[in-house]
Each structure stands twice: as C-alpha cells, then as structure tokens.
C-alpha cells in the first residue's frame, strides 16, 4: 500500500522519513490517518465554510432556554457533515489546531448574535491544540470584541475524545478564559477522561453528566445512585450540572427529582440552524399543573 504512494505523486509525502531511498513506515503517521486523509479530499473546501446549529439547554427550574450548544456542521456533495468526522478529517491533515480556532472563531460571529440577552453560547474547543493559551486564544477574543459579545455570556466547553493535556496546562487555558469573564465548562462527566479529579482540581462552573449515565434512566434504575452522588459532588463544589441525552419525558422528571439544574437533548430541542425554543412537547411539561 505505502509504496502506491509515489514520491512525485504525492508531494505532500515528501516531508515523512526516507531511509536508503524507502520510506520508513514506523516512523511516519499511522496508516490509517494516511487513508482518512485520502478519503476526505473535501475537507479543505468545506473547512473554510463551516455552519453551526444550535441546540437549546433548559434550565429544569423554569423551562427557559439557559443557553445554545453550538455544533459545527458543513455542506458537502449535498450531505451535511457532523463534528466527529469534521474533526477526524482536521486531525488526518494536520489541521486540527487551525481548524479549532477557525470553528470557535465562527461559532461566535454566528450564533452569539442570534441569543437573547439572557442567554448563553456554549462553545466547544480541544485543550490538546492550545499550547499557549496566551497565543492561541487571542483570535477567540479578538472575535468576541469585534461582535460586541459579553464575555460573562460565553460558556467554553471542553471537549476532547482523546487524552487531555497535562492539568496545569488545562487549568491555565480554563483561567485565561475566565480572566476574560467567561465560564467555563467540562463535558462528558461519567465517562472517558472527564474523572471526578477534574471537577476538584479545576473547579468549572459547569459540568455535563455523560448522555451514557442518562439514557433510559429510570428509577430503581442501578445507575440512579451513581447519577445522584455525582451531582451532589459537583453541588458541594460549587458547580452546576447539565444532564445530557434527555430523550424522554420521564428521564426530564428523574433528573429535576436528582437535582440537576440543565438538560440537553432531543426531547428539549434538536440541533438546528438557528436558535429555536423548546419543542411544544417539553414545554408542556411546566405548563402541567
């Protein structure tokens, strides 16, 4: 396969190691990223033309829209292209750096204006491209002044399917952020590597309970005194927790029961290109007496 790759075909092979006149696979990017890359052709077009939907979350007190999630998408062929494979395709051709800062950047000059003044833009980035948040997050600011954005109204959320970086370089990226007057938020509580370590040594504002946690949650459920421990821990540091995966009625009711202050997911609002309220069917759940 790798010797398909003619040296003079494919120029951008001429940076990998060469070794008496062969190219050394074990030194070069795993075979698979090289097959991503060569089956996403399209990215470099779309990534200059990334759109975002939102998607509401409510605040189980009231039922109002607290905040928006702001998802990336892009148009392609006529299909319309998730976040896991946008990002999939950036890390396959090295532009996962440039492509987070471009996604954050755009996030906020499209959906910030389209909040109500009471409302929050949650915004999602990958700590592992920060390397100086002094650096790499002054576009990030440069974009929240150029829009008239209120600093206090913006949520950046961390999400990373591989490994955070080492914690003293995450905690300087959430503190950068919050000495501009941000929140701050860690995803995925309950699963992968967002451990309840995080939640005491960084301290966000918020934290999402993984959809895994939530999804068919019922009482006498196994799961519930796990999903109750879990918000009480956050509660007693100071933290409030969005529940995710909110798919049904009853799961809604279980989690305002367990203390949950948000909620995320289908049953309140699907992503969509512009902000929406909640769906008539989870609003009819306050409107019951």
Request: hydrophobic residues 45%; glycine residues 8%.
């Amino acid at each position: 396969m790798l010797a398909a790759f003619s040296r003079t075909e494919r120029p951008d092979l001429l940076a990998a190691p060469w070794a008496d006149g062969q190219m050394d696979a074990w030194q070069i990017a795993p075979l698979e990223q090289w097959m991503q890359r060569l089956n996403t052709p399209w990215f470099g077009a779309v990534s200059s033309q990334l759109t975002f939907h939102l998607q509401p979350i409510v605040h189980l007190g009231t039922g109002g829209v607290y905040g928006y999630e702001a998802l990336v998408r892009a148009q392609h062929s006529g299909q319309l292209i998730g976040a896991p494979s946008l990002l999939q395709a950036a890390a396959a051709h090295g532009q996962a750096r440039a492509f987070d800062a471009q996604a954050r950047q755009t996030a906020i000059r499209q959906a910030y204006p389209q909040l109500k003044a009471d409302q929050q833009l949650f915004i999602n980035f990958a700590p592992g491209v920060v390397y100086n948040p002094d650096i790499c997050l002054q576009t990030t600011f440069a974009v929240c002044r150029e829009v008239g954005a209120d600093f206090s109204r913006l949520v950046f959320e961390v999400t990373e399917s591989e490994a955070f970086p080492d914690l003293e370089l995450l905690r300087s990226i959430l503190e950068r952020y919050r000495q501009e007057g941000a929140q701050v938020a860690l995803d995925d509580l309950g699963a992968g590597h967002t451990s309840l370590s995080y939640l005491s040594e960084l301290r966000p504002d918020i934290v999402k309970l993984d959809r895994a946690l939530i999804s068919g949650l019922h009482e006498g459920d196994p799961r519930v005194p796990l999903v109750t421990a879990l918000i009480g821990y956050a509660h007693d540091l100071g933290i409030r927790v969005v529940a995710e995966g909110i798919e049904t009625r009853d799961e809604l009711a279980l989690m305002i029961t367990l203390g949950a202050d948000y909620a995320q997911g289908y049953f309140l609002g699907r992503p969509a290109p512009e902000a929406a309220d909640i769906l008539p069917q989870a609003a009819s759940f306050w409107a019951s007496p």
